[in-house]
């Protein structure tokens, strides 16, 4: 049996960040949660920093780290989505607010402090949300790009183009300037791009069987997608709310369960009509070395076994 994998998740949750969250700490054999910083992104700081210690909580794990980053993108104004995940990001449950406090450390420094404290190649990191945070940190602290293990991220999108615009993706359009440093900061590069993610739907049968484990989690999740879900129905006609942000946390766990390509990624960071976009050269056209694995397809039906299981573990 190996170590369980080091990881900090870096969000802006967001029902699919929070169960994106109870996945990896649902599965603690296999994830070690160091920590967890939040962004801004669907919702203001305030917001999400909030709503991961209630997603903690949820879990019943009040002793996980949760810490405030950055509470605007590096050079724009801050655009949220309040139009996909409600007034408080975490719109469908009621939930108790949290007991546990916010870590008194700055987000971005607790994600340099922990890359230079760990052993090179151990940490993992799992943004869920723009790059705010994570740019921030590889700026301050250039040496820790080549000490993280690798970057699994949820963002971007390539064949599925844009969800916030017709060409970019929400994670990537809030903050490109940092995305654009993280996809070139040489540290190994997972993506978990909309083309993936627009696979793993909760339709019916699978909401149901969230909530059919009758637990508070289980219960806590059907709801947070059934409000989750009125967005994509109206704007794709979909059979129902894409999980995005848990493509990144099952990846840990099963990553036989997705197929990409090794390829070039640039963020269009100056575009007239494309800002935001991920450029992803999957074709390998450019000449440009590759600098991360694009996913494109998802085995749903294995990813909602094991997402359905691990809840239940809650
Ligand atoms: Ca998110």
């Known amino acids: 049996m190996t170590a369980p994998r080091r990881i900090i998740i870096d969000t802006d949750p967001g029902q699919d960040d929070a169960v994106a969250i109870l996945l990896a700490l649902a599965s603690p054999e296999e994830i070690d949660v160091l920590g967890i910083t939040a962004v801004a992104g669907n919702v203001p700081l305030p917001l999400t920093e909030r709503n991961a210690r209630i997603v903690c909580e949820l879990a019943g794990r009040p002793d996980i780290r949760v810490f405030a980053g950055c509470d605007a993108p590096l ?51 799992c943004p869920l949300g723009p790059l705010t945070n994570v740019a921030a940190a590889l700026t301050r602290a250039p040496d820790i790009a080549g000490r993280i293990r690798e970057i699994v ?17 929400f994670n990537i359009y809030v903050d490109p300037e940092a995305a654009d440093i993280v996809f070139k900061c040489g540290a190994p590069i997972t993506v978990m791009p909309l083309d993936v993610t627009h696979q793993a739907l909760v339709t019916k ?24 879900e009125r967005f994509d129905r109206e704007k794709y006609g979909s059979a129902g709310a894409p999980l995005h942000d848990p493509c990144v ?8 369960l997705f197929a990409g390509r090794h390829v ?18 999957w074709w390998r056209v450019s000449g440009r070395a590759p600098n991360a694995t694009f996913m494109g397809r ?17």
Do not use: S, W
Request: charged share 20%.
């Open 153 to 169: 991220l949820m963002g971007g999108a390539y064949f599925e183009v844009g969800n916030i615009t017709p060409a970019a993706e």
């Open 249 to 256: 946390t099952a990846y840990l766990l099963r990553p036989d």
């Open 75 to 125: 050079k724009r104004k801050l655009v949220t989505a309040e139009h996909v995940h409600g007034k408080t990001g975490l719109d469908g449950p009621v939930l108790p607010m949290p007991g546990m406090p916010l870590q008194a450390v700055h987000g971005v420094d607790f994600i340099v402090e922990t890359l230079r404290a760990e052993p090179p190649g151990t940490v993992t990191l």
């Open 264 to 281: 070039n990624v640039e963020i269009e960071t100056e575009g007239r009509l494309t800002t935001g976009m991920t450029v992803a050269d």
């Open 298 to 314: 998802l085995d749903a039906d294995g990813f909602f076994e094991l997402l359905t299981e691990r809840l239940g573990r809650l």
């Open 205 to 228: 049968p699978r909401n149901d069987a969230f909530r059919a484990l009758g637990t508070p989690v289980g219960v806590a999740v059907a709801e947070m997608t059934d409000f989750f």
